[in-house]
């Protein structure tokens, strides 16, 4: 599994930011449609765009709040890290 930030603008909305979710075919074969459904309840506001063994994951940030005290970097490196735990307990 690897997440790389593919995206992080900033917009006349606020800011978007995309994150791509590379897994091998084991992996994704894992992730079932209820995990899906998890994924989109748990990151409310975000998009899920499953194709082959990727995800692309988006969302725009009309305001920065809760993370009004972080950078918008810092804000980016949070959501990764729950990304990633959320993928490690999906696919294993």
Partial sequence: MDITQKKLIK???????????????????????EDKNVLSEYFKGYSFDFHENNV???????????????????????ILKEIKDLFRKLIN
């Avoid at 995309?18 to 897994?23: A, M």
């Avoid at 075919?25 to 894992?30: A, G, R, Y």
Wanted: proline share 4%.
């Fill in 56 to 78: 692309l994951i988006s969302r725009i940030f009309f305001r920065m709040e809760p993370w009004e005290d972080e950078t918008p970097e810092e804000m980016v490196q949070s």
């Fill in 11 to 33: 917009t006349s909305d606020g800011w978007q930011v995309d994150f791509l979710v590379t897994l091998t075919e084991n992996e994704f074969s894992k992730i079932k449609l």
